[in-house]
């Protein structure tokens, strides 16, 4: 049975820091592209950050240069480190991880991420 366990969320202030961690485990974690997206209230739910099995990143425009995702393959755990965040950011993130050949789909509970003074 596969899980994804999302942490790291919290109310931060602008220009603050968050780290946010997802742990997986019944699956083979070096196998899945690995991301991070999010959902502000009355919009769609939009991608923030992608790893993929083969090792390449893409960020969405609205976080480059503010956000980094990373994987630890010890602790089955990808990162998203977010920085300089700011009240747009404010949204639940929701950690994913696809294996688009073979129809595998997954996703964390979300964590919610505020950001205000």
């Known amino acids: 049975q596969v899980q994804l366990v999302e942490s790291g969320g919290g109310l931060v202030q602008p220009g603050g820091s968050l780290r946010l961690s997802c742990a997986a485990s019944?699956?083979?974690?070096?196998?899945?592209?690995m991301g991070w997206y999010r959902q502000a209230p009355g919009k769609q739910r939009e991608l923030v950050a992608v790893?993929?099995?083969?090792?390449?990143?893409t960020y969405a425009d609205s976080v480059k240069g503010r956000f980094t995702i990373s994987r630890d393959y010890a602790k089955n755990t990808v990162y998203l480190e977010m920085t300089s965040l700011k009240p747009e950011d404010t949204a639940v993130y929701y950690c994913?991880?696809?294996?688009?050949?073979?129809?595998?789909?997954?996703w964390g509970q979300g964590t919610q991420v505020t950001v205000s003074s």
């Open positions: 994913n991880f696809e294996r688009s050949w073979y129809s595998q789909n997954y």
């Open positions: 019944g699956l083979i974690f070096r196998l899945y592209d």
């Open positions: 790893f993929t099995s083969g090792g390449r990143t």
